[in-house]
């Protein structure tokens, strides 16, 4: 995915400042200052969307094991390039990972991540990240899909798009709508549906139909409840649908006992290309870069799919990978998204959204 540069200014609601700002202090482990840490010579500080479901646990043991002493930020893709866009200046993160192309490029133009070219660098293909400037490099593919709750709907009669869940009485109140606006899967949603109605003479890129769908959107889905997993909702039968990303599918259905299936439009689906970088102004940039050597190595990268359910991009890891995985990610067509669309306007986007739609 390509994105052209954009200009550094970024407009931050009180809320999402608020939210990105709580959220840090809650996620790291008990007991733990990450601002502290970030001053440490031993702790490196790595900041994430992509650690939830066990796979903060899980890395941190592994890393441990590979002599690195790691403490996890966990938070939404928004809201961990707002952070890092806040502390350009008194860095406290040392490497970052799980955001897509759009965040990454962003952080890239504001100039807050480092240059580095790390050993794997071979066994990627460049181009899905940042080939030119070195600067973030690609670990893992995967789709962003609307799920359904199988025992809901006969296949004939399920959704087969984002759109007829709004347009079609029998899903309308029936599937989820993000209570906030800040995760990247959220965002490649909005993305994935406000693309569509692409129109460079409409509002922000965008015509007013697209506006009136996305307004339809909220209007007749269910607002998602804090606390309370989609995947817990569909089983109690309160929904039936939502969004999720395919290693999420994978271990909640494991975990609620629950068969959904992934709706494949015709149009395609979004992609999300999760990738790795150094945080400029790190006083551990060796450290840091040893550590992206690593996690981005075959081994661990085909440990991580085998774990987590994931399609890595590491080519040397993907035949040790988890096959069916792989060719689940494989199964999805790719939606042509306008990236440099997307990355232009995301911001005012979910501002709009957010004053005019969201409940």
């Not at 733990?32 to 500080?45: H, I, M, N, R």
């Not at 806040?86 to 970052?96: C, L, Q, R, S, Y």
């Not at 490099?137 to 809901?152: D, G, H, Q, S």
Request: glycine content about 8%.
């Amino acid at each position: 995915m390509n994105v052209r540069p954009f200009t550094k200014h970024r407009i931050l609601t009180t809320a999402s400042a608020l939210v990105a700002g709580s959220i840090l202090l809650t996620a790291c482990a008990p007991g733990s200052d990450p601002a502290s840490a970030g001053g440490s010579s031993d702790t490196l500080v790595v900041y994430s969307n992509s650690v939830s479901d066990g796979r903060g646990d899980w890395l941190t043991a592994q890393a441990a094991e590979a002599g690195f002493d790691v403490e996890l930020v966990d938070l939404g893709g928004g809201d961990v390039m707002n952070r890092l866009s806040a502390e350009k200046n008194n860095p406290i993160a040392d490497v970052t990972f799980g955001m897509n192309n759009v965040y990454f490029e962003k952080l890239k133009a504001q100039d807050v991540l480092e240059p580095y070219t790390p050993a794997w660098s071979g066994e990627v293909d460049a181009a899905m990240g940042d080939e030119e400037g070195k600067t973030f490099w690609p670990i893992v593919r995967e789709p962003i899909m609307l799920v359904f709750n199988e025992a809901a709907y006969e296949p004939a009669d399920a959704p087969k798009d984002w759109t007829d869940l709004w347009t079609k009485d029998e899903f309308k109140g029936r599937y989820e709508v993000p209570l906030a606006s800040t995760g990247a899967t959220t965002q490649m949603v909005y993305s994935g549906i406000l693309d569509r109605y692409a129109d460079p003479k409409g509002e922000l890129g965008i015509s007013q139909e697209g506006w009136d769908q996305m307004a339809a959107y909220f209007e007749h889905g269910n607002t998602a409840v804090k606390g309370e997993d989609l995947y817990a909702r569909m089983k109690a039968g309160t929904i039936d649908a939502g969004q999720m990303w395919l290693a999420g599918k994978n271990s909640r259905e494991a975990e609620y006992g629950l068969k959904t299936q992934a709706v494949q439009p015709e149009i395609g689906v979004p992609f999300s290309v999760q990738h790795v970088a150094m945080v400029k102004g790190t006083d551990q940039a060796a450290a840091a870069q040893d550590f992206i050597d690593w996690f981005g190595s075959a081994k661990v990268q085909a440990d991580w799919s085998n774990e987590f359910f994931t399609a890595p991009t590491n080519t040397k890891a993907v035949a040790n990978a988890d096959q069916q995985a792989i060719a689940q990610t494989n199964a999805f067509t790719p939606q042509d998204i306008d990236w440099a669309l997307v990355a232009e306007n995301i911001d005012a986007w979910v501002e709009k959204i957010e004053l005019e739609y969201r409940k």
